[in-house]
Structures are given as structure tokens and as C-alpha cells.
């Protein structure tokens, strides 16, 4: 998969791709990232990308030259899936993040300043939030939804079934997990995690998942319920 990140803070996006699972995933060439910082597509003295918004209002508008240069000059951008950060977008959810990784290229345009002119959306594929909130910029919204997707690529994860154990894989919150000591100040990891009973463990699991799905996130549980009747 390849993976190019449009932003004016690089240096918000590359420590990030440098640790634990996205180091990986790049050094063992699972994932090619590129990170294009399009204010070097500004054609001006100061290399401005924004300006006052036509009408008057409050903060600076995304201007549309620099941003479509920039998308024009990555390589095989026309066939790759254009995806905009915004908080306008559509909700990013762990189905979306599995159908995302399963592109060959994907370009991510993080904006910045009060909002992007309107033209801009012309030239992406899909709108894509986060989240119910609004960020300084987009670049941690970029990153989540690059995080999401890479550990999805078959091989990327040591052990693939954690992918599939995952909270919201299929509707469920992921089960109550627990590791050494048994005991911890009088708390006891339940002994059926102990018995070495493959079946049984996994039945418990499922209850536990499903219970606590009921209980936490009422809302998924239904679609839970609605996909089994299926
Ligand atoms: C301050 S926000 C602009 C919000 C804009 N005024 C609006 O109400 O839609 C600046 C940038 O941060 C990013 N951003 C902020 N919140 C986001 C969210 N929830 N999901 C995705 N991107 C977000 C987007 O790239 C956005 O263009």
C-alpha cells in the first residue's frame, strides 16, 4: 500500500511513523508513506497557503492553487482514493479503516485555518471525520485514520487474530484481557482463563464481549444483534 500524507506540519506526522507498529509496517514494506508539505506548491514571495475569506468572517481560508498543485505532482494520483480530513466528513469507523486498507493508494489532505475554500472538495473522493469535535488541524486526524488502516494490512500485525479479536470487528467490544501476576492485591484472574480449556475460554470470551457490549455501548450491541439475525 501507498500512502501520501499532504500536510504544513511534517513534523507533526514523522516521529509518529517512525515508532512501534507504522515503523514496522514501513521497514518491512507493507506500506510506502510519503509525507508533502504543500507549502512548498505556494507560487508566492512568502509561500503563503491561505488568505481572508470572500464575504469577511473570522480566520483565513485554505486556498485552492497550492493544494491541487500538490495533489497533481504525487505520482499515480489519479487513480488513488482522495480522502479530505474534516470534521464535515463522513464518521471514520473500524468497518471504514478495514475498506481503506484495502487500497493500493491512498492520498490524505490534512487542512489547517478556519476551513478550506469550497472548490477544494472538488478534487477528493471522500470526506472523512474522526470525531464529533473540532481540531486545530488535521494532521492527528490523518494519523489515527493511517494508524487504523495500516495494522489492517494482512501481515502487519504479528498475530493477525488480534486484529479480528479487536473491539467493533464484529460488533463487540473486545473481551477482558489479563496477563501475570495471578493475583494482584487480591484480585484474581478468573479461573477459567487458567484451565486450559481452549472451547471454553472462547465461549467465555464471547459472553464477556457481549455483556460488556451490552452494557458499555448499547447502540453497537443492537447492530450485534441485528448481523446475527442476519
Ligand atoms: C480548525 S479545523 C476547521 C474546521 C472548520 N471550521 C469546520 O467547522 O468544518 C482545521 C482542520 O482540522 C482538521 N480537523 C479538525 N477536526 C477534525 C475532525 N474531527 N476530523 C477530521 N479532521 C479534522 C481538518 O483537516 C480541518 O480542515
Not at 481560508?61 to 504525487?74: C, N, Q, S
Not at 480522502?83 to 487542512?111: D, E, W, Y
Not at 455501548?217 to 439475525?229: G, N
Request: net charge neutral; charged share 30%.
Amino acid at each position: 500500500m501507498r500512502i501520501d500524507i499532504l500536510t504544513l506540519f511534517p513534523n507533526m506526522i514523522e516521529p509518529v511513523l517512525n515508532e512501534s507498529m507504522m515503523w514496522r509496517a514501513k521497514a518491512y514494506k507493507f506500506v510506502n508513506i510519503n509525507v508533502i508539505d504543500y507549502r512548498a506548491y505556494s507560487e508566492d514571495k512568502r509561500k503563503t497557503v491561505d488568505d481572508t475569506p470572500y464575504g469577511g468572517g473570522a480566520g483565513m481560508v485554505l486556498r485552492v492553487e497550492p493544494v491541487i498543485k500538490a495533489l497533481r505532482d504525487i505520482d499515480g494520483h489519479e487513480d488513488a482514493l482522495k480522502i479530505l480530513m474534516t470534521p464535515q466528513g463522513i464518521p471514520f469507523t473500524q468497518t471504514r479503516a478495514k475498506t481503506l486498507s484495502k487500497n493500493k493508494h491512498v492520498i490524505i489532505m490534512c487542512g489547517h485555518y478556519e476551513g478550506y475554500d469550497e472548490r477544494i472538495r472538488d478534487y477528493f473522493d471522500v470526506e472523512v471525520s474522526i470525531g464529533d469535535y473540532v481540531l486545530t488541524s488535521g494532521e492527528v486526524a490523518a494519523l489515527v485514520v493511517v494508524d487504523a488502516m495500516v495494522r489492517l494490512i494482512p501481515g502487519v500485525l504479528s498475530n493477525a487474530s488480534s486484529a479480528e479479536d479487536d473491539s467493533f470487528s464484529n460488533h463487540l467490544l473486545e473481551y477482558p484481557q489479563y496477563t501475570r501476576p495471578r493475583v494482584f492485591e487480591g484480585k484474581a484472574v478468573p479461573d477459567i482463563l487458567l484451565s486450559g480449556h481452549h472451547q471454553n475460554i472462547q465461549s467465555w470470551r464471547l459472553e464477556q464481549s457481549e455483556s460488556r457490549t451490552k452494557k458499555r455501548r448499547p447502540d453497537l450491541y443492537q447492530k450485534y444483534k441485528e448481523s446475527k439475525e442476519k
